[in-house]
């Protein structure tokens, strides 16, 4: 048996097996541990103020004490969450329609229809000065 005629087979199988543990490791441990994150409180605007009480009063179960993650769900002071990558509008539908689970896996976020348009509005405000604070624009 020729080793040259081989190599191919045996890259396939590398590649095979590596993809399946970075696809392991990504998708490991999130729902079964804690991972919420210390975050740098600032001094809050009145608008951010009362979203910090709407968030507390809906959100806090499963994105943690100051959007900093549980084990239930993830945390919003995250570089995946900044304004360029999720939109304030997209805060809105997911509390709207839910979300698919597509970033971690704690699965789907349904829809929030106890919180009103005006109510995301001002956890987002929130959230985005909880974000400023720590270091993501």
């Known amino acids: 048996m020729d080793i040259k005629s081989q190599l191919p087979k045996f890259a396939v199988i590398v590649v095979m097996i590596g993809g399946a543990v970075i696809l392991g490791g990504k998708m490991r441990g999130a729902g079964d541990k804690d991972v919420s994150l ?59 329609r839910g979300v698919r689970a597509h970033h971690w896996p704690f699965g789907d976020m349904p829809p929030q229809p106890q919180v009103s348009g005006t109510d995301v509005s ?8 909880l974000q400023r604070a720590n270091g993501i624009h």
């Open 38 to 96: 210390a975050v740098n409180v600032p001094s809050l605007s009145v608008m951010a103020q009362q979203g910090e009480k709407l968030f507390e009063a809906n959100c806090v179960v499963c994105h943690g004490k100051n959007a900093g993650g549980s084990k239930q769900g993830p945390p919003l002071i995250h570089k995946i969450y900044e304004p360029n990558h999720h939109a304030d509008q997209s805060f809105m539908l997911a509390a709207k």
């Open 122 to 129: 001002m956890i987002v405000g929130y959230v985005r000065e």
